[in-house]
C-alpha cells in the first residue's frame, strides 16, 4: 500500500531502504548491480512508498530527451494524420 505522501523521492526511497541514492538509481537502471537482498529491499520500498521516477530529473541528468517533436499544418487532413502516425511508429520502434 502506498504510503500518504505525495510524490516520494529517491531520497526518501534510500533513507526508507537504508541504502545511497546511487544504489536506488542502480536498482531502477541496472538492477544487476546489486545484490538479490538489496535489490528486493528496495523495490518493497519503492512499491510501498510509491516512487515513479521522474522523467523530467532524467532529461536533466541526461542533457537529452526521448521526446519528439512535430509539426504539422493540418490535422483534420488524413494525410498529416497518417504522417503523424508513421514519425511515432519509427520513432517507437527505434
Do not use: H, K, W
Given at each position: ?5 505525495a510524490?516520494p523521492?529517491?531520497?526518501a526511497v ?5 541504502v545511497s541514492?546511487?544504489?536506488v538509481?542502480n536498482?531502477?537502471n ?13 523495490q ?18 541526461r ?12 490535422l ?5 494524420v497518417e ?11 527505434t
Amino acid at each position: 500500500m502506498p504510503d500518504s505522501r505525495a510524490n516520494p523521492t529517491i531520497n526518501a526511497v534510500a533513507r526508507e531502504a537504508g541504502v545511497s541514492v546511487g544504489t536506488v538509481s542502480n536498482a531502477i537502471n541496472a538492477p544487476a548491480r546489486l545484490a538479490p537482498e538489496t535489490l528486493q529491499r528496495v523495490q518493497e520500498v519503492i512499491d510501498r512508498l510509491g516512487y515513479i521516477r521522474s522523467s523530467a530529473g532524467r532529461t536533466l541528468i541526461r542533457n537529452r530527451s526521448d521526446a519528439l517533436g512535430l509539426i504539422t499544418p493540418d490535422l483534420v487532413n488524413v494525410l498529416f494524420v497518417e504522417i503523424s502516425r508513421g514519425a511515432q511508429l519509427t520513432a517507437a520502434a527505434t
